[in-house]
């Protein structure tokens, strides 16, 4: 259209900038307004930059074609528009930067983190146990590897539903982060199997203990929950200051472990 301009006759430039102009407010003004009616907020501050501008840009056309005649207001109808739509347009391309911001930030997390627990991702979990592995045999550095299941997370499933087996395993991450270090690293290696880091552990008994008191918290329910579901853990871990492998035959090794436990054993550690 602009190229129209030059070539063509005044009288009909002026006339393609009138339709130019209208079609930019009309095309403007109906997205702004569909956006809005899809509940979007930005749609809404998007509508009301755009409905002072618009109305002072039809008066600008309406003048160009002397369907009205000119006065100080009119003249300068576009620049006080324009003033005014400048700090609403910014609003909303905050708002927009924002929430782009937020989505951009889950889907960081979603890659390092499980949607449903918060733990580590397995291959994240894995990367973590090779660099405590690379650690201990380098330096000597003492540590424990602890693998948990919740062993009745399918029987729950089976007789109350995915719903409440998956509330299951949001309660026994809240009853392990309640016992652990906040140095200690863990992660969901598995539907229901979690695996645990506990780095500068030399001896038995502080993995010991914490098994004890996790398996102990899983037997007492939620005061007023319905139903009424207990959480039975096994669980087997390892001391690299008494055995060190390669960070897949140490996970092989406790997963195997735990396969080998009978459900109803009396020696859950």
Not at 6 to 13: A, E, F, H, Q, S
Not at 68 to 95: F, T
Not at 130 to 143: G, H, I
Not at 202 to 214: F, I, K, N, Q
Request: hydrophobic share 50%; charged share 20%; aromatic share 6%.
């Amino acid at each position: 259209m602009a190229l129209l301009f030059v070539v063509m006759d005044r009288g009909w430039g002026v006339r393609l900038i009138g339709v130019y102009l209208t079609l930019c407010v009309v095309l403007g003004l109906v997205t702004a307004f569909l956006a809005s009616r899809r509940r979007d907020v930005v749609g809404l501050w998007v509508l009301g930059a755009f409905t002072p501008l618009s109305a002072a840009t039809l008066l600008a056309v309406a003048r160009i074609f002397g369907w009205v005649p000119s006065s100080w207001l009119i003249e300068h109808s576009l620049m006080i528009a324009l003033a005014a739509e400048a700090p609403l347009l910014l609003v909303a391309l905050n708002i927009r930067s924002r929430e782009r911001h937020i989505i951009e930030t889950r889907e960081q997390a979603m890659s390092s983190q499980d949607a449903l627990t918060g733990l580590l991702t397995p291959h994240l979990f894995s990367d973590r146990l090779s660099q405590v592995l690379s650690r201990a045999k380098r330096n000597k550095e003492a540590a424990a590897v602890v693998y948990i299941e919740l062993v009745n997370y399918n029987y729950i499933k089976r007789t109350h539903g995915i719903a409440v087996a998956e509330q299951s395993l949001l309660r026994s991450v809240i009853k392990l982060r309640r016992i652990l270090r906040d140095v200690d690293t863990v992660g969901r290696v598995d539907e229901a199997r979690f695996g645990l880091i506990m780095e500068g552990v030399s001896s038995r008994e502080p993995v010991t203990d914490m098994a004890a008191r996790l398996i102990a918290a899983g037997l007492m329910p939620l005061k007023g929950l319905k139903p009424e579901v207990i959480l039975q853990f096994h669980i087997a871990g390892v001391l690299l200051t008494e055995k060190l492998l390669d960070g897949p035959q140490l996970a092989q090794a406790l997963a195997d472990q735990l396969t080998g436990m009978a459900a109803r054993t009396r020696r859950p550690i």
